[in-house]
């Protein structure tokens, strides 16, 4: 990612589908969002359309469920690429509200049942072939995992696979549909992206919590017999026992495991931040914030995304974090 790409959205440009091609309809958009999570593999975009019973010249364009929609930048290049999935019209109302999903919404609603042992990114290659999606980019573990998955969410089976790989890779992972292609990368760990005051940033806060807090996990064995305990003493004495529990599988380091879960259950620090637009500024993406007036500073990642366009003004509301998580998830059952 760039220092701060300027992928703005100035010459962005809507389509849907016609009989002879395609057809734009950026200009009869009143206003339009897009958006995204690393909890959710579908990204969405959302518009409003101007309708008008009494305005014959007016152009009237019928978007119902199942329209493709496209969306490119001022270059040309693919930024959404899905389906409208609800729509919304109100008597006498002057606009007509849409939302789109792209292609993640069927690997969160495809179930698949499989006996899994080998590497995830061989797991995503076969749900791939299984269910219709184009592979993508697919971050490459060398990892072995052994799953037993019986009618799991595709996005919850892939999740999990990753989850478990990165017990012994270290790295974090995200789903991301990239055109119609389904990938899963790898999470930056640096960003050369930067955010600061007076240039790009127009607004910021902190949120800070411990209502998830672990910081005691205790490890045991198949039998129920307590192994070890990995503790944060400082976090326990401040806010109290909050222990959670781990089996040590085979060939698996639950020391490990007990480390990451409390690296990743600490006390929380939400950084949330209105910014001038950019299309790069998506969830999974790290960038480097410059210290605002709320005391934000340094390295953050991405958790959620809202990009709005609205009366000429392109804007940017993102979650931030400063731990890299992806979206772990602990579906199926051992072998």
């Known amino acids: 990612m760039a220092r701060f790409s300027g992928r703005g959205g100035d010459g962005l440009k809507v389509f849907v589908p016609t009989a002879a091609g395609r057809r734009e309809i950026t200009r009869l958009l009143t206003g339009y969002t897009w958006s995204g999570s690393i909890k959710r593999c579908a990204r969405e975009f959302a518009f409003d359309m101007a309708a008008s019973e009494l305005d014959a010249d007016l152009p009237r364009v019928d978007c119902p469920m199942g329209t493709a929609v496209s969306v490119e930048d001022g270059a040309g290049r693919a930024v959404f ?3 409208v999935v609800y729509r919304k019209r ?4 002057a606009a007509i509200s849409h939302r789109c ?21 061989a797991a995503v290659r076969q749900i791939c072939a299984d269910f219709g999606f184009t592979p993508g980019r697919i971050a490459a573990t060398g990892a072995a995992v052994s799953r037993k998955f019986t009618g799991v969410a595709c996005q919850k089976i892939i999740n999990t696979l990753y989850t478990k790989a990165a017990e012994t890779t270290g790295r974090r992972y995200v789903i991301r549909v990239e055109g119609k292609a389904l990938s899963v990368l790898e999470k930056p760990v640096e960003s050369d992206c930067i955010l600061a005051p007076r240039q790009t940033i127009m ?13 005691s996990v205790a490890v045991y064995d198949e039998y129920g017999n307590k192994l070890r305990v990995v503790r944060d003493d400082d976090a326990v004495a401040l806010y109290g026992l909050m222990e959670r529990a781990v089996t040590q599988r085979r060939g698996a380091d639950a020391a490990a495991e007990a480390g990451e879960l409390l690296e990743d259950n600490g006390p929380a620090q939400t950084v949330t931040v209105e910014c001038l637009g950019d299309l790069d500024l998506i969830s999974g993406e790290a960038v480097v914030v410059r210290e605002t007036s709320a005391g934000a500073a340094g390295l953050f990642w991405i958790d959620s995304d809202r990009h709005q366009w609205k009366n000429g003004q392109y804007v940017a509301k993102l979650d931030l974090n400063f731990r890299n998580l992806m979206d772990e998830t602990n579906a199926g059952k051992e072998k």
């Open 81 to 83: 690429e899905g389906m």
């Open 90 to 93: 109100t008597g006498g109302g």
């Open 101 to 121: 999903l792209d292609e993640g919404r069927r690997l969160s609603a495809c179930q698949g049942w499989y006996n899994w042992h080998g590497a995830p990114e």
């Open 203 to 215: 607004h910021s806060s902190i949120a800070e919590s411990i209502e998830k807090l672990v910081d």
